[in-house]
């Protein structure tokens, strides 16, 4: 659809109406960077140390994995009746 809404089998009017579409999608819309930063620090985001950015490919250690484990979200089965 145009911005008229009108529904257009125009070939150079769908690539112009893609072209508007994907600029608005990618286009830098950072108001406020420091509000953007407080609230990323609140948030509870994973963090690489410095051995796995030097190692990538060193083995997993048990307790890496235990505590990937314990951190997983749980479920609860659904009661029956």
Same mark, same amino acid.
């Given at each position: 659809?145009?911005?008229?809404?009108? +529904?257009?089998?125009?070939?150079?009017?769908?690539?112009? +109406?893609?072209? +508007?579409?994907?600029?608005? /999608?990618?286009?830098?819309? /950072?108001?406020?960077?420091?509000?953007?930063?407080?609230?990323?620090?609140?948030?509870? /985001?994973?963090?690489?140390? /410095?051995?796995?950015?030097?190692?990538?490919?060193?083995? +997993?250690?048990?307790?890496?994995?235990?505590?990937?484990?314990?951190?997983?979200?749980?479920?609860?089965?659904?009661?029956?009746?």
């Amino acid at each position: 659809m145009n911005e008229k809404g009108e +529904i257009t089998t125009n070939t150079k009017e769908i690539q112009t +109406i893609i072209k +508007i579409y994907y600029d608005q /999608l990618y286009a830098n819309k /950072l108001g406020n960077i420091e509000e953007m930063d407080a609230f990323l620090e609140k948030q509870k /985001l994973p963090k690489l140390d /410095l051995e796995e950015i030097e190692n990538p490919n060193r083995p +997993i250690a048990r307790e890496e994995i235990e505590a990937v484990i314990q951190n997983l979200p749980t479920r609860e089965k659904p009661r029956t009746i």
